[in-house]
């Protein structure tokens, strides 16, 4: 079901694409050498954006954190893509109900301090 407002056209909302294909617009850089499920709050990482895209950043200093979404490129060569684990407190979580990179598409959210822009 969907919500219209009262004389607005019906709207044919097509199926969604069963496959998304992304282009990068930049890349993100750390120590980070293997995949680890914490300890990222020690991390400070750099992303440098493809230079097409430098200007679409114009304003950003102006906020104090940024919301990234990337690709988990280490991940994508995990020997195991568990349906669930079973985290430190023994309690059992589907995988997309925990923090692990080892999920079915590999993308990561997270928002980040911005410490200059």
């Excluded at 992304?22 to 990222?40: C, D, Q």
């Excluded at 309690?91 to 109900?97: D, V």
Aim: with cysteine; net charge positive; glycine share 6%.
């Amino acid at each position: 079901m969907f919500w219209r407002k009262k004389n607005d056209p019906l709207f044919d909302r097509p199926l969604p694409p069963a496959r998304v294909t992304l282009t990068a617009i930049g890349f993100v850089h750390n120590e980070v050498t293997k995949p680890r499920p914490k300890g990222w709050e020690s991390v400070e990482s750099t992303i440098q954006l493809l230079p097409e895209h430098a200007t679409k950043i114009d304003g950003l200093s102006g906020y104090s954190h940024v919301i990234v979404v990337c690709y988990l490129d280490m991940a994508e060569d995990a020997p195991e893509k568990p349906e669930s684990l079973t985290l430190a407190s023994g309690r059992r979580y589907g995988i997309l109900a925990t923090r692990s990179q080892l999920r079915p598409n590999h993308l990561g959210v997270s928002a980040v301090a911005l410490l200059a822009a």
